[in-house]
């Protein structure tokens, strides 16, 4: 009897919970193919040579099959809009059920509400995403204030943890992601993450040197206005003789006497 690769794979992963890896699927492979050679072999011992009717073997299975089929077989569970979808996770192929049946599993189970992230925690938890690993004064630093409680709320829910301590004064402790969040965020590795150059390291570490920068001002010129001259820079039409203040009051105080002599004469 022929093998029917797909039917097969799809009974497999229907048959378990748990994530099965592609390493897996062909070791099992290989090793139906093992016993059905032996099993084929003790036969032959006991039948005739001369008996022409002995079943077929089927041929091994390769990689390149097993990978080719999970791709089908992905790509119809979305196509199809089918009740459930077939993921690639970090621990390998899954079936899960689709988004929009998530609520009635989840009440047929009796399990409460999945907890939404909030925002804080959201930025955080890309912070260490992008970053890790990556220090509480790294973190706070880009959001520019305290991580304490968005970062709490995630090592809870497993999706950070400790990775070890930073080689800088003081050794601060760095953060970084779990198997946890990858499925939580639906993706096989860290690299499947999308690019962003808002949160790259290169980015933001050139980011964070300009802002420990003293601001530069923002001069006339910038705004489009015409250059203001400083002070030593302005034009002189004429040299201005120095004054003796105190010869001009004396003159100017004895400018009103002299007025009334006048006037009397």
Same mark, same amino acid.
Request: proline content about 6%.
């Given at each position: 009897?022929?093998?029917?690769?797909?039917?097969?794979?799809?009974?497999?992963?229907?048959s378990?919970?748990?994530?099965?890896?592609?390493?897996?699927?062909?070791?099992?492979?290989?090793?139906?193919?093992?016993?059905?050679?032996?099993?084929?072999?003790?036969?032959?011992?006991?039948e005739?040579?001369?008996?022409?009717?002995? +079943? !077929? =073997? /089927?041929?091994?299975?390769?990689?390149?099959?097993?990978? &080719?089929?999970?791709?089908?077989? $992905?790509?119809?569970? %979305?196509?199809e809009?089918?009740?459930?979808?077939?993921?690639?996770?970090?621990?390998?192929?899954?079936?899960?059920?689709?988004?929009?049946?998530?609520?009635f599993?989840?009440?047929?189970?009796?399990?409460?509400?999945?907890?939404?992230?909030?925002?804080?925690?959201?930025?955080?938890m890309?912070?260490?995403?992008?970053?890790q690993?990556?220090?509480?004064?790294?973190?706070?630093?880009i959001?520019?204030?305290?991580?304490?409680?968005?970062?709490?709320?995630l090592?809870?829910?497993?999706?950070v943890?400790v990775t070890?301590? +930073? !080689? =800088? /004064?003081?050794?601060?402790?760095?953060?970084?992601?779990? &198997?946890?969040?990858?499925?939580? $965020?639906?993706?096989? %590795?860290?690299?499947?993450?999308?690019?962003?150059?808002?949160l790259?390291?290169?980015?933001?570490?050139?980011?964070?040197?300009?802002?420990?920068?003293?601001?530069?001002?923002?001069?006339?010129?910038?705004?489009?206005?015409?250059?203001?001259?400083?002070?030593?820079?302005?034009p002189?039409?004429?040299e201005?003789?120095?004054?003796?203040?105190?010869?001009?009051?004396?003159?100017?105080?004895?400018?009103?006497e002299?007025?009334?002599?006048?006037?009397?004469?």
């Amino acid at each position: 009897m022929e093998l029917d690769l797909k039917k097969t794979l799809e009974a497999l992963l229907l048959s378990t919970a748990e994530p099965i890896t592609l390493k897996d699927v062909v070791k099992l492979f290989t090793r139906y193919h093992q016993e059905m050679m032996e099993a084929a072999e003790a036969e032959d011992d006991e039948e005739s040579a001369e008996d022409e009717d002995s +079943a !077929e =073997l /089927p041929k091994a299975v390769t990689l390149a099959q097993i990978q &080719e089929v999970l791709t089908v077989l $992905t790509d119809e569970a %979305e196509v199809e809009d089918k009740a459930y979808r077939l993921i690639e996770g970090p621990n390998g192929y899954q079936i899960v059920t689709a988004p929009q049946f998530a609520e009635f599993v989840r009440l047929l189970r009796g399990q409460p509400r999945p907890m939404k992230l909030s925002p804080a925690a959201m930025e955080t938890m890309s912070i260490v995403a992008y970053r890790q690993p990556v220090t509480r004064a790294e973190m706070e630093a880009i959001r520019g204030v305290s991580v304490d409680s968005a970062l709490n709320k995630l090592i809870e829910l497993e999706l950070v943890y400790v990775t070890g301590r +930073a !080689e =800088l /004064p003081g050794r601060p402790i760095q953060y970084g992601t779990t &198997e946890k969040f990858l499925e939580f $965020t639906g993706i096989k %590795e860290l690299d499947e993450l999308p690019a962003s150059d808002v949160l790259s390291n290169h980015q933001i570490d050139d980011w964070m040197r300009r802002s420990d920068e003293p601001e530069e001002e923002i001069s006339d010129t910038d705004m489009g206005l015409s250059k203001e001259p400083k002070r030593d820079e302005l034009p002189l039409d004429e040299e201005f003789a120095e004054i003796d203040w105190q010869k001009e009051n004396a003159e100017s105080d004895a400018a009103p006497e002299n007025a009334e002599i006048e006037e009397e004469s």
